[in-house]
T-cell receptor
Framework: GESVGLHLPTLSVQEGDNSIINCAYS??????FIWYKQESGKGPQFIID?????DKRQGQRVTVLLNKTVKHLSLQIAATQPGDSAVYFC??????????????FGKGTKLSVKP | DSGVTQTPKHLITATGQRVTLRCSPR?????VYWYQQSLDQGLQFLIQ???????AKGNILERFSAQQFPDLHSELNLSSLELGDSALYFC?????????????FGEGSRLTVL
């Protein structure tokens, strides 16, 4: 079965608030993690990645936090906008595992932004 | 626009039939990946090709096959279709075959098997 999962299938936030999307992984050998965003009718789009030698990485309005102790990954979106409404997937891989095809995706969390 | 092109966008067919899905990767990308997305299974990796050669294999059924041509476009062939094959099929591409970095996904081909 899946070794990566998301705690909640849906998350509803008010425009302007910060959003936090959580993800648990079970493979302690995973050392590379990615967040993808999938808007309705489109393919997944890369947001941000993080390697296991880091516990935090920031992008534009997004921050990924990695807690290897509890095998937990989170995506924080600052000042959430209506355009952030989408399904968010976390994914894990092992950098020396041979291929990005080994990337295992979680089932996704749907983020809805209320105006 | 990711630069990855998939055709057809929608396809409706009957059980037992065979279909071919096509993918053109981003210009310069040598790796092509195929994923199946269904409601109950999420995004499942099927197969990867790199510069014409099979590079990695995931949960791809024996009824399914793929290839990558010299011009780097790829086709996914699905045969003896079953109702459970109804799903979104995504193609993604990347420059190389490394294990990190961004995959660029197409908009998918929605297959409905009746």
């Amino acid at each position: 079965g899946e070794s990566v999962g998301l705690h909640l299938p849906t998350l509803s936030v008010q425009e302007g608030d910060n959003s936090i999307i959580n993800c648990a992984y079970s493979n302690s050998a995973s050392d590379y993690f990615i967040w993808y965003k999938q808007e309705s009718g489109k393919g997944p789009q890369f947001i941000i990645d993080i390697r296991s030698n880091m516990d935090k990485r920031q992008g534009q309005r997004v921050t990924v936090l990695l807690n290897k102790t509890v095998k937990h990954l989170s995506l924080q979106i600052a000042a959430t906008q209506p355009g952030d409404s989408a399904v968010y997937f976390c994914a894990e891989n092992i950098m020396n595992g041979g291929s990005q095809g080994n990337l295992i995706f979680g089932k996704g969390t749907k983020l809805s932004v209320k105006p | 626009d990711s630069g990855v092109t998939q055709t057809p966008k929608h396809l409706i067919t009957a059980t037992g039939q065979r279909v071919t899905l096509r993918c053109s990767p981003r210009s310069g990308d040598l790796s092509v990946y195929w994923y199946q997305q269904s409601l109950d299974q999420g995004l499942q990796f099927l197969i990867q090709y790199y510069n014409g050669e099979e590079r990695a294999k995931g949960n791809i059924l024996e009824r399914f096959s793929a290839q990558q041509f010299p011009d780097l476009h790829s086709e996914l062939n699905l045969s003896s279709l079953e109702l459970g094959d109804s799903a979104l099929y995504f193609c993604a591409s990347s420059v190389g075959q490394r294990n990190t970095g961004e995959l660029f996904f197409g908009e998918g081909s929605r297959l409905t098997v009746l």
